[in-house]
């Protein structure tokens, strides 16, 4: 079965940080571009940050250049994204995306930035 399980998400104070991983089953995720898109309630979708696969050239939104991280390890199929000096405006629904010539999507971590 094709997977996607995203983790790490939770609750953290402004300043804090976290890191979320997102482990493929079921496929070989090198093969893949990988990114990580969040939703906040009432908003679009956003690409937070892209990993290509064949370079691994990496790309960032504006609002989270220089305090985010994509990153991959491929002898564990999993990709991370270190999320630093988080804000109250990073709250979202954070999903975990592979795209080659087929889409998979995860289910999704929340991840809540308040004082």
């Known amino acids: 079965e094709v997977q996607l399980v995203e983790s790490g998400g939770g609750m953290v104070q402004p300043g804090g940080s976290l890191r979320l991983s997102c482990a493929a089953s079921?496929?070989?995720?090198?093969?893949?571009?990988m990114s990580w898109v969040r939703q906040a309630p009432g908003k679009e979708r956003e690409l937070v940050a892209y990993?290509?696969?064949?370079?691994?050239?990496?790309n960032y939104a504006g609002s989270v250049k220089g305090r985010f991280t994509i990153s991959r390890d491929d002898a564990k199929n999993t990709v991370y994204l270190q999320m630093n000096s988080l804000k109250p405006e990073d709250t979202a629904v954070y999903y975990c995306?592979?795209?080659?010539?087929?889409?998979?999507w995860g289910q999704g971590t929340q991840v809540t930035v308040s004082s």
């Open positions: 079921g496929f070989t995720l090198n093969f893949y571009d």
């Open positions: 990993i290509a696969q064949v370079t691994g050239t990496t």
């Open positions: 995306n592979a795209l080659l010539i087929q889409e998979y």
